[in-house]
């Protein structure tokens, strides 16, 4: 059976902190794997990863997909408040549109 | 523009009645979902649509009933929901291909009394 799974579930840190989150994934014919942000409203696309090694940033936020490892981390550093809020994983199986998404990670920055 | 948009952004309605949501894109993208989303969970996919054609359904009760007039539109009509409905649906949409980022719109949220 497909799945995903984030880690750690929950995370409290202090501003200026820099943060690693993790989405690892067993999924057939893996086609691509999606970071979005959700505050309290609708998911904001982050990043799309296809291809290993290969590191998407933008502004403090980076990414990176290891295909062989089965997993992918998102970084953020120097941390703001504003970055509170439940970043999830998605991943495209089958190459069918079907995304399977990770329970999410919570994450809270303390001022 | 990367913008999916949804109406109504907030639904309240009886077991016995019958609405729809609807979902707009105009960013040329072929494919279409839609998720439900309960509190402090991930979005759950319900049906996926993919030039006009439905390609997935997630085994979703029949009360709920997708349909997309044109490959800009997907509705979703209600009727006969249960209390245990009540989340947020969610839309999003995407292109095919390795450029295949996908984007929600807002969401609306359903109420069922």
């Known amino acids: 059976e497909d799945k995903v799974v984030q880690s750690p579930l929950s995370l409290v840190v202090h501003e200026g902190d820099t943060v690693t989150l993790n989405c690892s994934y067993e999924v057939t014919n893996f086609r691509s794997l999606l970071w979005y942000k959700q505050e309290k409203k609708a998911p904001t696309f982050l990043f799309m990863l296809t291809s290993s090694g290969i590191e998407k940033k933008s502004g403090r936020l980076s990414s990176i997909l290891d295909k062989k490892e089965l997993f992918s981390i998102l970084n953020i550093t120097a941390t703001q408040t504003g970055d509170s809020a439940v970043y999830l994983c998605?991943?495209?199986?089958?190459?069918?549109?079907?995304?399977?998404f990770g329970t999410g990670t919570r994450l809270k920055v303390l001022a | 523009d990367t913008e999916v948009t949804q109406t109504p952004k907030h639904l309240v309605m009886g077991m016995t009645n019958k609405k729809s949501l609807k979902c707009e894109q105009h960013?040329?993208?072929?494919?279409m979902y839609w998720y439900k989303q309960k509190a402090k969970k991930p979005p759950e996919l319900m049906f996926v649509y993919s030039y006009e054609k439905l390609s997935i359904n997630e085994s979703v009760p029949s009360r709920f009933s997708p349909e997309c007039p044109n490959s800009s539109l997907l509705n979703l009509h209600l009727h006969a929901l249960q209390p245990e409905d009540s989340a947020l649906y969610l839309c999003?949409?995407?292109?095919?291909?390795?450029?295949?980022?996908?984007?929600f719109g807002p969401g609306t949220r359903l109420t069922v009394t």
């Open positions: 999003a949409s995407s292109q095919e291909g390795p450029t295949g980022e996908q984007y």
């Open positions: 998605a991943v495209e199986a089958s190459g069918t549109y079907k995304y399977i």
């Open positions: 960013m040329g993208h072929r494919a």
